[in-house]
Every structure is written in structure tokens, then in C-alpha cells.
């Protein structure tokens, strides 16, 4: 019996970050059909940025049931599991090896769920890659209006269907509208990004910037909000964390460093300042004066090129004499953010096709995603290999947990790879890649 007639809905999201977790979650709960009693379990893909304990507890999107696992293991689980609804929350080789490896483990099926996928933020790179990348889901989720044009526009473009781009809005905007009347010190908040910029020395001057900020104004608080502590990684590696930075640094009272959910930081907030994180979108949602930095240029490679129009862009000179950047309300609203009314159906078109695909006579035919080995056959095989999968989908050979649980002694084990995996990732690799640009 399809969902929506039992009014209960069994979601699963697979997730291979912190960011991408809080996207899927929040999601999975934004488009559940009206009145479902929604289930999520929630599938954590072993890897680099696999997040911690706290890095979820900070997240602050709850689940019924979370584990870890790799593509393998979360085949198997998806070849016996019930779900009405999967959301890949992965980025897009991830997305691209499980679509073939659900299509192998669901042929000969007559039902299965509906497989949504999308991107956590801004997409100012690789664009044409990472659609097709994701395409073959039944949903391909659009955070704006500008980014479902462009979606339906590469997939036009090459000869892919284009009927999964669905518009919706990012799933954690929220909260109230900026008044000023919060009861705090006029506060300004850099939104520190793990990797952008890339390099110390530009990384360097934006702290120093920041610091001298504070130092000119003292009646004002200056936050550094930052995505993780030391040796946590998130989407993105970040190889020169700002806590190492300012350590260097003599910052005066009025500056200190943040951590915590950007929800709540924003309460607070009166001026937000970043790179390209976001968090400008969200700030722009609750109508927080915004600054996206021109300090370093208007680059592709910084992704603040995404802002041009925006009204935004900013310079920590201006911002020092006092200048607010007024946003341009035409570019806002392209953008899928403001508290206008409009974000509370934003999900609406989502929802109705979920809820038509589960009760789609017959059920849903098989994933057909534009890569194949027949399209791609220089391409494919390689991403689907990174996750253990033959170009047809089906595990490899010697795939770990391709068909059983783990023992105990496997387990432990496999804990003790994944942390000198993490160890070698995460503080060796860096340390060779800067001592080889000396």
C-alpha cells in the first residue's frame, strides 16, 4: 500500500559529511507528504569526512536510527529494506556509483523507492560534472529558481532528460528576522569556509583583517565562527584551520572564535561576513546585512563570483568605515531565500511528486542514469571501482561486507584502519603536500 495512503513514510538518507547530513535530514523532512508519520533512518558512508559525535550533535538533525557503513553494506541494507523514500546526500561520484549499484541490487523488483538527490549549497563549480554526475534519481533538487534553470539547461544540453530537476530552497533556512534588539553588543561574524582560500598567505591577511576589525572597534564583538575543531574534517579538507592561525595573532578582547550551529549564531548577529559560505544565504533569509568579501577578487575559484548582483559584495575597507551592503531584491528572490512568505511553500512541487511516484501504477521503472558503460566507458568504471562496484553495478570481488555483516574482530579492526586512514588523511597528507611547495 503506498504511503500516502497509510500515512507513514520510511525514509533513509546516506550521507558522507557532516554538511550533507544536515542537507539530507533536513530535507528528507521538508518533502515528506503532508500528514506522513515520517521515519528516518539515517546511513552515515565510511570515508575521510565521515563526521564525529559532536560534529552530528552540532548538525542538530535528529534521526530514528544512524549508522555507518560502507557502499557495500548500505546496498545490501537497501536490497531488503522497505523505504518509500532514499536521499543521497553525497557528493556526486558517491551519488553517480550508488544509483548503479541500487539499480543492480533492485533489478527484477516491482517497487522501490523514490530516490531523491541534490547539492548542500551554492554551486559554483564543476557544474555540468556534478549534474550528470546525479543524473538518473527521480528527484534532482534545485535550491533557487537561477539553479533549475541551469540544471535542466546541462541535462537539455546533452541529451539527458531533464523531468527529475524539481525546484525547492535549502532546507535549513529559518529563523527570525533580523531587529537588532538581541540584547548583545553589536556583533560581526566571519563564516570561516575549511577551503577557501586555499593558501596561508590569503587565509593569513583574512584574519589579520578580521582582527584589526575588532581592533578599531571595540564596542563591537567580532566572531570567527568555525566549522570544526582540529583533526574533524567536513565536506571539504581543510589543511590550515584558523584556531592555528590566530595563535600567531594577538587578538584584543572583543574577538574570539565560535563554534556551534550557524542557527544560533546568527541570533546574535548583526553583520555577517564571509568569502562564499552559505551562510550568506541563510543571513539574507533572515534579512542580516550580508558582506561577501572582494577583498582577494571576484573569482570562480573563491566562489563569490556567485554573488555578482547580489548587491553584497564588499570590501573590509568599507566595512570598516561603516558601509552595510543593501542586498538587491530581484537577485534575492532567484535565489530562493528572504522571509517573505514564499520559502513556506517552497517544497510544495517536491512533495506532490513524491507523492505521485509512490503512487505510481505498477510502481517505478529502473534507474537509468545518462552514464553508462556505454556513454562513459572511459569515465564510469573508475568512479564505480572508488566504491568497490563492477561497471554494471554488483560488487567487486573482495568488496568488504559485499554480502555479510562484520564480526566483532572485523570491526575492530576496521576501526583501527579507519583511524590511521583519518591520521594519514587528515595531518600527514598536509603536512607532505606543504613541505613538497617549499
Known sequence: MPASATKALRVAVLADSDTRWKWGALTASRIAPGGADLRLDGYLLRGRA???????????????SLREVTAAEFLRAMAGEPYDVLVLALVGGGVQAVLHGLRHV???????????????????????????????????????????????????????????????????????????????????????????????????????????????????????????????????????????????????????????????????TDLL????????????????????????????????????????????????????????????????VAADGGYATAFDTARARITALLDRPGGLPP????????TAPGYLPGILARHHLAPDGSPLPGAPAADKEPGPVRQIVRRAARGAYRHGVQRVAPVIRRMGEL
Open 367 to 374: 534507474l537509468s542514469p545518462y552514464y553508462t558503460p556505454v
Open 50 to 64: 565521515t563526521p564525529t559525535a559532536r560534529q552530528l550533535a552540532e548538525v542538530g538533525a535528529d534521526a530514528d
Open 106 to 268: 533492485w533489478e527484477g523488483r516491482t517497487g522501490r523507492p523514490v530516490v531523491v538527490t541534490g547539492y548542500v549549497g551554492v554551486v559554483y563549480e564543476k557544474l555540468t560534472d556534478g549534474l550528470l554526475l546525479r543524473h538518473g534519481a527521480d528527484l534532482v533538487l534545485a535550491n533557487s529558481r537561477q539553479d533549475a534553470d541551469r540544471f535542466r539547461a546541462v541535462y537539455e544540453g546533452v541529451g539527458a532528460d531533464a523531468s527529475a530537476v524539481t525546484e525547492v530552497a535549502l532546507p535549513f533556512l529559518g529563523g527570525a528576522e533580523h531587529t537588532g534588539g538581541h540584547g548583545h553588543p553589536y556583533t560581526v561574524v566571519f563564516a570561516a569556509q575549511p577551503s577557501v582560500p586555499d593558501n596561508r598567505r590569503d587565509r593569513t591577511y583574512l584574519l589579520d583583517r578580521l582582527v584589526r576589525h575588532a581592533r578599531r572597534h571595540p564596542e563591537r564583538e567580532v566572531l570567527l565562527k568555525l566549522r570544526s575543531r582540529p583533526g574533524e574534517h567536513t565536506t571539504h579538507i581543510e589543511e590550515l584551520p584558523y584556531q592555528k592561525l590566530v595563535q600567531k595573532t594577538d587578538p584584543p578582547p572583543n574577538f574570539r572564535l565560535v563554534y556551534g550551529h550557524m542557527g544560533d549564531v546568527l541570533d546574535r
Open 273 to 336: 561576513v564571509t568569502v562564499s559560505s552559505t551562510a550568506a544565504l541563510e543571513s539574507l533569509h533572515r534579512r542580516i546585512p550580508t558582506a561577501v568579501l572582494t577583498d582577494l577578487g571576484v573569482r570562480e575559484a573563491l566562489g563569490n563570483h556567485h554573488f555578482t548582483g547580489s548587491g553584497c559584495l564588499a570590501s573590509w575597507d568599507q566595512l570598516d568605515n561603516g558601509h552595510l551592503p543593501v542586498p538587491d531584491p530581484a537577485w534575492v528572490a532567484r535565489q530562493g
